[in-house]
């Protein structure tokens, strides 16, 4: 079973886009997919309510921290985690060989909380007991100063910068409608699908053992 955990604590980085978007990838290719809504707000559950019947499966559970997920036959478990971390509450669900992405945004405001969410957790020790972290820029509007230093900033840290997701419209009509771009015909998505292929070489899953369902792209 692969876990996967999109996590930072401050809002609107890109926790549920990001989450939604791994879970219908591998929805798409037949994997068997849980995604764990840890959030009060509910954001992951609401998009999948609205998923259209056609589209690839994806099971839900709704949850808190507090509460251990049990897998069932899920072969990635990928975790939608709230504004209010704590890594008291993660400890009993997050284990060696787990995935964490934390999605940042380029404001002074969002590095700097990054910056306290990472010291918070290099202090934990989890990269001790063998998760590892990757990061990504998110909303990046790449002729920006901040976007310039947002990326001097993640390339100083330990952890790899993963991705970078660009700024657009495309992720909000997707999931407005229960879709990912890995739902989208590619001519209309191509230069977002080229920016996640990291991400899926980081995350490394081994292909399903008995593939479910295999999505064809909507046409729209
Ligand atoms: N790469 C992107 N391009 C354009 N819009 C984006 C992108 N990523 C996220 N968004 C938008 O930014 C907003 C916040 O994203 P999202 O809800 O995924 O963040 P979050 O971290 O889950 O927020 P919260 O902390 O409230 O749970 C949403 O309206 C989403 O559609
Ligand atoms: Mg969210």
């Not at 949850?63 to 990635?76: F, K, L, N, R």
């Not at 063998?130 to 920006?144: D, F, L, P, Q, Y």
């Not at 993963?162 to 009509?173: E, F, G, K, M, P």
């Not at 990912?180 to 292909?207: K, M, N």
Request: glycine share 4%; charged share 20%.
């Amino acid at each position: 079973m692969n876990q996967i955990f999109i996590a930072n604590p401050k809002g609107g980085c890109g926790k549920t886009t990001i989450s939604t978007q791994i879970a219908g990838y591998y929805a798409n290719l037949g994997y068997r997919v849980l995604l764990v809504d840890h959030d009060a707000q509910k954001s992951s559950s609401d998009w999948l309510a609205s998923r259209p019947a056609r589209c690839s499966s994806i099971q839900l559970r709704a949850t808190t921290v507090e509460t251990p997920v049990s897998d069932g036959e899920a072969e990635v478990v990928v975790h939608d985690m709230p504004a209010a971390w704590s890594l008291d509450h993660v400890a009993d669900i997050i284990h060696a060989g787990d995935k964490v992405l934390v999605p940042v945004l380029s404001s002074p405001t969002d590095i700097k909380a990054c910056l306290r969410f990472l010291m918070e957790l290099y202090r934990s020790g989890i990269f001790e007991a063998g998760i590892r972290m990757g990061m990504v820029a998110n909303r990046s509007r790449e002729h920006t100063r901040y976007y310039k230093i947002l990326i001097e900033f993640l390339e100083r840290l330990e952890s790899p910068l993963v991705a970078n997701l660009r700024d657009t419209q495309n992720y909000v009509r997707a999931m407005d409608r229960g879709l990912t771009i890995f739902d989208l015909p590619e001519s209309r998505v191509a230069a977002d699908l080229a920016q996640w292929q990291p991400i899926f070489d980081w995350l490394d899953v081994a292909p399903p053992a008995n593939p479910v369902h295999t999505a064809e792209a909507l046409a729209v």
